[in-house]
T-cell receptor, first 114, second 115 residues
Framework: DSGVTQTPKHLITATGQRVTLRCSPR?????VYWYQQSLDQGLQFLIQ???????AKGNILERFSAQQFPDLHSELNLSSLELGDSALYFC?????????????FGEGSRLTVL | AQSVAQPEDQVNVAEGNPLTVKCTYS??????LFWYVQYPNRGLQFLLK????DNLVKGSYGFEAEFNKSQTSFHLKKPSALVSDSALYFC?????????????WGAGTKLIIKP
């Protein structure tokens, strides 16, 4: 158990809808990262927050947004969903801003868009 | 630009044989290198890292990796494979001087260990 909690584990929705994925980092970790893993295995970095502030942005679509709250949990909002958004969405956390490179990943939220 | 290549989509090894999962990288400065493993239906787990020092790094579950600066490689190895090692393996790199500490990920290699 990594200590990172993601909810929901599975989500099925229709095109055009909006969903919110939630992540609770390990106790004491200030950084939260969001990744998308497609069926062909690739891991795409979406966005990173550090202590409530956006730290780095990857290939995140404009239809997607995220935030980190004062209690350090984070939410990833996906809107106007398309079939191609079906994927595993991982949250990871680290103590610092990633200095050590050791990230702790949650079990993921599997999103299916029909 | 920083990049990581895992040239093999899949590696098949018989149980008990040694295994190698390849990784090459490209950074302009000194690299920090990492291996992560993803078991089926699970999140990624940190295996080992190279920051500085001994080129042979030992990690979890009996894995080790060798940093080769001249070949810009960081191959993952294990002397004797177990069926339970079957998983998806990711190599990652970041440049020492990168103030954003961002990891650049390889595409992943599926390791299949056959009994």
């Amino acid at each position: 158990d990594s200590g990172v909690t993601q909810t929901p584990k599975h989500l099925i929705t229709a095109t055009g809808q909006r969903v919110t994925l939630r992540c609770s980092p390990r106790s004491g970790d200030l950084s939260v990262y969001w990744y998308q893993q497609s069926l062909d295995q690739g891991l795409q970095f979406l966005i990173q927050y550090y202590n409530g502030e956006e730290r780095a942005k990857g290939n995140i679509l404009e239809r997607f947004s995220a935030q980190q709250f004062p209690d350090l949990h984070s939410e990833l909002n996906l809107s106007s969903l398309e079939l191609g958004d079906s994927a595993l969405y991982f949250c990871a956390s680290s103590v610092s801003g990633g200095v050590t490179g050791e990230l702790f990943f949650g079990e993921g939220s599997r999103l299916t868009v029909l | 630009a920083q990049s990581v290549a895992q040239p093999e989509d899949q590696v098949n090894v018989a149980e008990g044989n040694p295994l190698t999962v390849k990784c090459t990288y490209s950074v302009s400065g000194n690299p920090y290198l990492f291996w992560y493993v993803q078991y089926p239906n699970r999140g990624l787990q940190f295996l080992l890292k190279y920051i500085t020092g001994d080129n042979l790094v030992k990690g979890s579950y009996g894995f080790e990796a060798e940093f080769n600066k001249s070949q810009t490689s960081f191959h993952l190895k294990k002397p004797s494979a177990l069926v339970s090692d079957s998983a998806l393996y990711f190599c990652a790199v970041r440049e020492e001087s990168d103030s954003n500490y961002q990891l650049i990920w390889g595409a992943g290699t599926k390791l299949i260990i056959k009994p």
